[in-house]
């Protein structure tokens, strides 16, 4: 199994206790981030959030003192993490006393009791940041009709086209630019960023994830861009045909009825990317822009505990472990 090594696997039939928490908290040691909350949300098919996002939630702990909570999406039967269970994301209730959200879901369609607590925390204007197909986080393909079917990422809905992505993040799924699972994103500062302090320490990017299509990005501030990479390993020459997109960026929103909040945006961030120390150090210098703490000038990023991701791929999903292996 990836993500976090050292963990026991649940067995399949095993069958959670009635007061088993379904998720995972790592308590802030002394840090910068003491006596912050972070609430993370995993929940995607493809790309590992359920490894991606405990491995930097006990960073953001253990170097930083930040107090974070991971969520899974999980099969309510087993009490197992499951990618592909779309509709069920225990602990959301946690967003009432978060300063941040971090968000790295893929067309999850979560009932009114669940979603309500993630649209409070959006009409009060916390901060947001979002990871890979988090422009398309949500999907309400069987329940249209669902008062929160407004989110979906092809929302017609007036105020909320294109939904959460496009209305939050800043965009929605468009489509693939990177030829997938052959190219891979080679990191480009946008020099007119280069003050920006959430690049700090950020200059070599590479990752094995294709770049996203980004349309133009009229109400943000570009941080990095995206160059395609003939190839998926760090050497790969850049392929000229492809233009340079953004894949990440800051920008202000606000949902109707609420306050204005700001959100920073990467469409990197796949478990197998943050491999990458600089993409992990982006992420880190990001949490700290989203909550208002001064940014360190190269932030400790090195892993807590030993980390080994799985490769992205729809079929690579593994069942068997719940939320307290990841503790």
Known sequence: MGGLAGCSNSTATQEPQPDAEQWVTYQGDDGPGKGKRIVLI???EEYRSEEALPMLAQLLAKRFGFTCTVLFSVD??????????????PGLASLESADLMVIFTRFRELPPDQMRYIDAYLKAGKPVVGLRTSTHAFHYAKNPGDPYAKYDFQSTAPGWEQGFGKIVLGETWVSHHGDHGKEG???LNNEAAAANPILNGVADIWVPTDVYTVGPLEDADVLVYGQSTSGMTADAP???DKAALPVAWTRNYTIEGGKEGKAFTTTMGASIDLLNEDLRRLLVNACFWAVDQPIPEKADVA????????????DSFKKGKSPADYK
């Open 238 to 240: 850049i392929n000229k």
């Open 303 to 314: 892993f807590v505990s030993s980390y080994q991701p799985t490769m992205f791929g729809f």
């Open 185 to 187: 994103t080679r990191g």
């Open 76 to 89: 309510s039967l087993t009490g197992e993490i499951d990618a592909n269970e779309q509709s069920n994301i």
């Open 42 to 44: 995993s929940g995607d």
